[in-house]
Nanobody, 126 residues
Framework: QVQLVESGGGLAQAGGSLRLSCAAS????????MGWFRQAPGKEREFVAA????????YYADSVKGRFTISRDNAKNTVYLQMNSLKPEDTAVYYC???????????????????WGQGTQVTVSS
């Protein structure tokens, strides 16, 4: 079973940047699509971005498109989320997750994911 550990969260000012990392251990994630989700207090967990397993197609929520970039380094067994032009509404706990399902429509649905990290807090001040 793969374990996922997020890092890189913290406090940023509006307009600033953060880079989240999701390091996998236990087995390779090269055959998994990977996703980032976030959950703000009192809200449901929502899709942020995903990257496919084979040719690294990327998918983004409309709210982060053009500001966030997901990438993966299979040699390092790590997935990244570069977050630029941060806004206070980006404040949330960010989670990475691995999915075995190869159907891209599944990438947007939290319950389709098989393994989750523990999350990292991102706080954006205005």
């Amino acid at each position: 079973q793969v374990q996922l550990v997020e890092s890189g969260g913290g406090l940023a000012q509006a307009g600033g940047s953060l880079r989240l990392s999701c390091a996998a251990s236990g087995r390779t994630i090269s055959s998994n699509a990977m996703g980032w989700f976030r959950q703000a207090p009192g809200k449901e967990r929502e899709f942020v971005a995903a990257v496919s397993w084979k040719i690294s197609n990327t998918y983004y929520a409309d709210s982060v498109k053009g500001r966030f970039t997901i990438s993966r380094d299979n040699a390092k067994n790590t997935v990244y989320l570069q977050m630029n032009s941060l806004k206070p509404e980006d404040t949330a706990v960010y989670y990475c997750a691995a999915i075995r399902d190869r159907y891209s429509d599944s990438y947007f649905i939290p319950r389709k994911y098989d393994v989750w990290g523990q999350g990292t807090q991102v706080t954006v001040s205005s």
